[in-house]
């Protein structure tokens, strides 16, 4: 008797319709690491024709030990000639971003790279990375690549592919540094687009994750505020304070016409798959919005 093939965990996250703000992935600084060819399940432990697992396990735990967030990345398409060992160190914090950039001779380097970026030069241009990373998930390589591909066509000297970053059921996602904003379902929209509307320091309230710096409730409430006030700044709506309260949560941004308060409610969704991989199911976080006033 055959068994049946389950339907991808982003298909049926998007027949569930589930909502993507305030679910970005956390972290206030970021280190892409270069790393060309096939990835296993995770891209530093298991790639062992890219670098030698106890070599990544040596530069992941120094990173991670370091509260930082460590990515894998390499170029869209085919790969040809000698390997390359690029690098970005981006602080992500709301007022403090910065990108830094560099190369390497080799893999062993990354080991004795200045995680404060030094070693490199500041940037202006951004890194647009989108989840590629298919031993880790299907919906991934399916999904990130034909998004990748799409935005590459338009921007290749900053598009780039990468390991997993979080949220495979709203593949495909994206993530743009220095600012860290976090995208999902880039595939289901005119992908470069969204990148278009970065470099006019604009965002697209539709398909944001939320930035990764900022607490969960406070990605959501501005999802809320800026669905309100309609401001799609990448700048607006600075969060001034998240609390929480006896009936929720209460997060002040900043407005231009005053102070907005966002009153939330934490709740938890349906027994639900998040990975194509999973094998059991768990609820999953949601925020929904109880009041919104400014001024």
Known sequence: MGT????????????????????????????????????????????PAVVDPALGRAIVRRVEKAGMRIAAIRRHGRRDGAPRWRWFIARSGLGDEALYAGEVGGPHDYLDLALDGTDGALVSDPVVAICAHGKHDQCCAVRGRAATAAIAAEFPEITWECSHLGGDRFAATMLVLPEGLCYGRVDTTDSAELVRLYLDGRLDNRHLRGRTSLPHAAQAAQYFARE??????????????????????R??????????????HEELTEPLLSQCSAKVAGAVRVFTLAAITQG
């Open 4 to 47: 049946t093939k389950r339907m991808p965990c982003s298909d049926q996250s998007l027949a569930r319709d589930d909502p993507m703000y305030g679910t970005a992935s956390a972290g206030s600084s970021w280190v892409l690491l270069e790393l060309s060819g096939g990835w296993g399940h995770s891209a530093f432990l298991n790639s």
């Open 228 to 249: 309100k006030y309609g401001d799609d700044r990448i700048a607006g709506l600075p969060p001034l304070d998240v609390e929480r309260t006896d009936g929720g949560i």
């Open 251 to 264: 997060v002040m941004l900043g407005g231009d016409a005053g102070p907005i308060e966002v009153r939330l």
